[in-house]
T-cell receptor, first 113, second 113 residues
Framework: AQSVSQHNHHVILSEAASLELGCNYSYGGTVNLFWYVQYPGQHLQLLLKYFSGDPLVKGIKGFEAEFIKSKFSFNLRKPSVQWSDTAEYFCAVKTYNNNDMRFGAGTRLTVKP | EAQVTQNPRYLITVTGKKLTVTCSQNMNHEYMSWYRQDPGLGLRQIYYSMNVEVTDKGDVPEGYKVSRKEKRNFPLILESPSPNQTSLYFC????????????FGQGTRLTVV
């Protein structure tokens, strides 16, 4: 069965630091890739998605992610984080042969002012 | 406005008392699913539905039931809740197939005492 791995459980950064959150998946076929963000006490919101085409995708709030097919990775990046980016971030994968969306365990980001 | 609506947002109940969490979407999506979110485990799928009268088990279906009598509604039923079902629950909907994103409800925080 496909799985999604997020390497960091909790990341603590100071404001203006750069961010990279790792995500790897185990499915070898055609995939859709997503990053969702969950602010404290809120529901999941889509940050960005990759369906096809340019492997570098840009999302909301200055986030971007790069799909590297050979590494089965879809890492999330932001050059300069803000205190308001404090949240939990989930990587998710959707595969061709079903509609299931598989989630990673999540990475909690704390940004210190 | 496109949305997925869950009710209630918060619920405290006692062991064994049947409860239903409702989920409704206004986007005419075929696919709907339920997830539970637990710390360190990310989101795990409980049940999903590909269309009206078509439901199937996800990864953690034990102790839950669902029904899909209408396209817009997908209630989650706990016939006899137990404390290990204390969790944060999310309903999601999407069109079927690849190149579609999922939309999430606001979440239901359930506590079973």
């Amino acid at each position: 069965a496909q799985s999604v791995s997020q390497h960091n459980h909790h990341v603590i950064l100071s404001e203006a630091a750069s961010l990279e959150l790792g995500c790897n998946y185990s499915y070898g076929g055609t995939v859709n890739l997503f990053w969702y963000v969950q602010y404290p006490g809120q529901h999941l919101q889509l940050l960005l998605k990759y369906f096809s085409g340019d492997p570098l995708v840009k999302g909301i709030k200055g986030f971007e992610a790069e799909f590297i097919k050979s590494k089965f990775s879809f890492n999330l990046r932001k050059p300069s984080v803000q205190w308001s980016d404090t949240a939990e971030y989930f990587c998710a994968v959707k595969t061709y042969n079903n509609n299931d969306m598989r989630f990673g365990a999540g990475t909690r980001l704390t940004v210190k002012p | 406005e496109a949305q997925v609506t869950q009710n209630p947002r918060y619920l405290i109940t006692v062991t064994g008392k049947k409860l239903t969490v409702t989920c409704s979407q206004n986007m005419n999506h075929e696919y709907m699913s339920w997830y539970r979110q637990d710390p360190g485990l990310g989101l795990r799928q409980i049940y999903y539905s590909m269309n009206v009268e078509v439901t199937d088990k996800g990864d953690v279906p034990e102790g839950y039931k669902v029904s899909r009598k209408e396209k817009r509604n997908f209630p989650l039923i706990l016939e006899s809740p137990s404390p290990n079902q204390t969790s944060l629950y999310f309903c999601a909907s999407s069109r079927t197939g690849l190149n579609t994103e999922a939309f999430f409800g606001q979440g239901t925080r359930l506590t079973v005492v």
